[in-house]
């Protein structure tokens, strides 16, 4: 006979998010590159273009090496526009398995930031150690507060990609709408550019984007000597709260409407 | 014993709401195995739904002391890239199955089919996924199986099988089972309900049922 375990709701909760993780790995790279792709991508990506840009200018942006400087904005960058649309796209991707009562959609969302996160840290992780082959300077003098940009940035995909999630199962054209509105962030998130090239007069048509303040803050925290000029660590964490609070009351209050249609 | 208390359920449509119940209040009396008759598109899949909680209705809830397995489908969360042990694993896994390396030969044995259990869904006939979701929810003990026409599609050693499995858990397990093959029906099940315009009806006797449900 096969034995049921009696579980709590948070033993519920850990069995399907871990089973939805495995399933995500699984069946996510289906061809003979498998999972090595989702690595090997972003990181020949961040890589050539970054390699690129800093032979370009042959140095440093603002103290930091220019190579440096390129890789924590498309790190993070990539990182956030995984995240959100793993997320807004995984109720519609899991619809099938929300038969079994146990699965919430919380839980296919958590997955996927789980798996993009662990994903995007090893793809860090690779590049870091190419850097150190290649005899680059490799300097992070705060890594914590790296670390908490990092979870910061995922936060906010998530939150973000939830509320989406959300609107696209009672308004499908909220896809479209997601991918219009993401689109230009690649190139107001200062992921070319540093706050500092900006006129101070001309900083608020930039500075509303926490994304912004996340990589400008994470590039102050490998390196100091670059600073943090119009960005603010409190506004990014509380813009992230807010966010996060939304996107959870929007959850809590529509997830069995958005699974029942 | 599972009570449906003053369920409406729709969908919304071009047309505006299409309404499947209405205020609908019902018990669903235990210890029976029970056939749900009513003729296509009249919420028979979407009352399974409800009942496992697959879904919510829009006003009402659905309350029962029961341990009721997902309304088994033809492939019900089975995943075509997956082989049909990671399914099964998936599946265990999802549902609390304790030891899932016994659970997984259960299915294996069950389900016969053979090599292909270790290769993609991708690659099964039409009439082995069926097989292969129905041996998953028969591996686990539930109170009450939700079967929703997946016997049908079976061949006659797979339906004798079935009837053995479900015979042997009919001590401590009830089935209820959507399907339009009489027969089958016959086969399994000793009383009814009818599903139409949104009522539930409950016949004790299951030809009884049989007999209103054709006069409908």
């Known amino acids: ?261 | 014993m599972i009570k449906l208390n003053n369920i409406t359920k729709y969908y919304p449509s071009k047309l505006g709401n299409q309404y499947i119940f209405k205020d609908l209040s019902f018990e669903i009396p235990s210890g029976h195995n029970i056939a749900i008759l009513g003729s296509n598109g009249a919420g028979k899949s979407t009352l399974f739904r409800l009942l496992a909680g697959s879904e919510y209705p829009n006003k009402g809830s659905v309350e029962t002391d029961l341990n009721l397995s997902w309304p088994v489908a033809l492939t019900t969360g089975i995943h075509g890239q997956m082989t049909g042990s990671e399914n099964a694993r998936f599946i265990g896994m999802i549902n609390g199955v304790a030891d899932l390396n016994l659970y997984e030969k259960r299915v294996r044995t069950f389900a016969q089919l053979g090599a292909k259990f270790d290769l993609p869904v991708n690659t099964y006939s039409s009439g082995m996924k069926p097989r292969l979701a129905f041996a998953c929810s028969m591996g686990i003990d539930f109170d009450v199986y939700l079967i929703d026409e997946v016997t049908s599609v079976g061949d006659a050693k797979f339906r004798q099988k079935t009837k053995q499995a479900l015979t042997a858990k009919s001590n401590n397990a009830n089935v209820i089972m959507i399907s339009h093959e009489m027969d089958e029906l016959r086969h399994f099940c000793d009383s009814a309900i009818v599903l139409h315009k949104g009522q539930l009806t409950f016949y004790n006797d299951l030809e009884q049922g049989i007999k209103h449900y054709q006069a409908l």
């Open chain 1, 1 to 261: 006979m096969t034995q049921i375990i009696k579980r709590n709701n948070w033993a519920i909760w850990r069995d399907v998010i871990f089973a939805l993780f495995v399933r995500e790995i699984r069946t996510g790279f289906n061809d003979k590159f498998g999972l090595a792709w989702s690595i090997v991508n972003p990181v020949a990506f961040i890589f050539i273009l970054s390699y690129m840009r800093g032979r370009m200018d042959g140095g440093e942006t603002h103290t930091v090496p220019t190579f440096v400087f390129m890789m924590y904005g498309m790190l993070l960058i990539q990182f956030f526009l995984e995240v959100m649309s793993g997320v807004s796209g995984s109720i519609n991707k899991n619809k099938p398995l929300f038969a079994f009562r146990q699965v919430q959609p919380i839980s296919s969302m958590l997955a996927v930031s789980l798996f993009q996160t662990l994903v995007k840290l090893f793809v860090f992780v690779v590049i870091l150690v190419i850097m150190y082959f290649l005899k680059m300077e490799v300097v992070i003098a705060d890594p914590i507060r790296l670390m908490i940009n990092f979870f910061l940035v995922g936060l906010l995909g998530f939150s973000l990609g939830g509320m989406f999630a959300i609107a696209i199962c009672f308004v499908p054209e909220f896809k479209k709408i997601q991918s219009m509105l993401t689109r230009p962030l690649f190139f107001i998130s200062a992921v070319f550019f540093s706050l500092q090239d900006i006129p101070a007069e001309h900083r608020y048509l930039f500075d509303w984007n926490p994304i912004l303040h996340a990589i400008e803050l994470s590039r102050y925290a490998a390196y100091p000597s670059y600073g943090s000029v119009g960005v603010s660590e409190s506004y990014l964490i509380e813009s992230t709260i807010v966010l996060t609070f939304f996107s959870l009351a929007c959850y809590y209050s529509f997830w069995k409407q958005a699974i029942s249609r």
